[in-house]
């Protein structure tokens, strides 16, 4: 997930043992701006270019946390590349174990 509204399922859906693989970093202003492949490092080096804010999606389980008390019940996985999604998963399919 990447967005606020991906808190929700993670707070009320996902139990003990599901896995959220939560991106956090920054987002680009024109996401949609660019065509073929892409290297993380040059999406880090645009992204600096033109931030447009934080995915929204730990920030909203860290609100949701302070405010209302609710913390999810799976496994939150952050991740910020495609490196690091890659190793998560790899990770995952190995059986290796992630906690929050």
Known sequence: ???ANDACPALAV???GDMLLARSGDKRSEANDRSGTETDEEAKDRNEESKS??????SALEKAKMKEEKIPKCNVLEWS???DLRCLITDVIRGECHSS
């Open 1 to 3: 997930g990447d967005g």
């Open 14 to 16: 996902l139990r003990e």
């Open 53 to 58: 804010g934080r995915f929204g999606i730990i």
């Open 81 to 83: 590349s495609g490196a």
